[in-house]
């Protein structure tokens, strides 16, 4: 495939270095080449299979606007924009375009997404709880995106939500915590991410999942699908 990285960061630079490795052919944009979405024209997208961006919130929904009016196909990993949704979804459904966005593009993150799902019921027979998040000093979204979203399946499953405690230090690459406790004991569920590696290659293979197909995706919805 040709893939184009929107962003060219840590993570980014190691998207195109993985895509690269799965034999694809990779070319990647700076932010600082594309403000406000502008470098992403019909014609510069014209031999372009998927678009992956991994940028910033701030310019993460002009990027994708622009995309899928152009005819783009899209992953997206990057957060923060989440209360956009509705409108996204319709751009993409109305534009007749494939994109899929996760909180996260670990398929370590995804099975403990349904590990979340699993101790949920605990919150309606007398146990309380929380969760912590850390990250890097830099991470701009607070709190994480993979948070939100371990909240959102513990939500949905027990009827209720989980305070979010959010930490931004050092260079922690992404830590997500459940703790669950009762008047007898104490329930710790706990993912701790190495490197970025697993966020990237999980980003490419969803591209490559993505590649040919139409309609809008949740990586949580998907990933078990991957090559």
Not at 27 to 35: E, F, H, L
Not at 121 to 148: C, F, M, V
Request: one cysteine or more; hydrophobic letters at 40%.
């Amino acid at each position: 495939m040709n893939i184009l990285v929107l962003g060219k960061g840590k993570t980014g630079a190691l998207v195109a270095e993985i895509a690269q490795e799965r034999g694809h052919m990779v070319r990647a944009v700076a932010s600082g080449d594309n403000a406000k979405g502008e470098a992403l024209t019909r014609g510069a997208l014209e031999n372009v299979d998927v678009i992956i961006d991994f940028t910033t919130p701030h310019a993460v929904l002009e990027n994708i606007a622009n995309c899928v009016r152009a005819g783009g196909t899209m992953v997206v990993g990057t957060t923060g924009w989440y209360d956009k949704l509705p409108q996204v979804q319709k751009l993409v459904e109305n534009s007749s375009t494939g994109f899929v966005f996760g909180a996260n593009f670990s398929v370590g993150v995804n099975i403990f997404f349904d590990i979340a799902k699993a101790v949920a019921p605990a919150l309606n027979l007398g146990y309380t709880g929380r969760i912590l998040e850390r990250h890097h000093a830099q991470k701009k979204d607070k709190p994480s995106g993979t948070a939100a979203a371990i909240n959102n399946v513990i939500q949905l499953k027990a009827g209720k939500s989980l305070e979010i405690e959010s930490v931004r230090e050092g260079n922690i690459v992404g830590e997500h915590e459940i703790r669950l406790e009762s008047e007898n004991d104490v329930i710790e569920l706990a993912h701790s991410a190495k490197t970025r590696r697993g966020f990237a290659e999980g980003a490419v293979r969803a591209a490559e999942w993505l590649n040919g197909k139409t309609g809008f995706f949740d990586f949580k919805d998907v990933w078990r699908e991957l090559k």
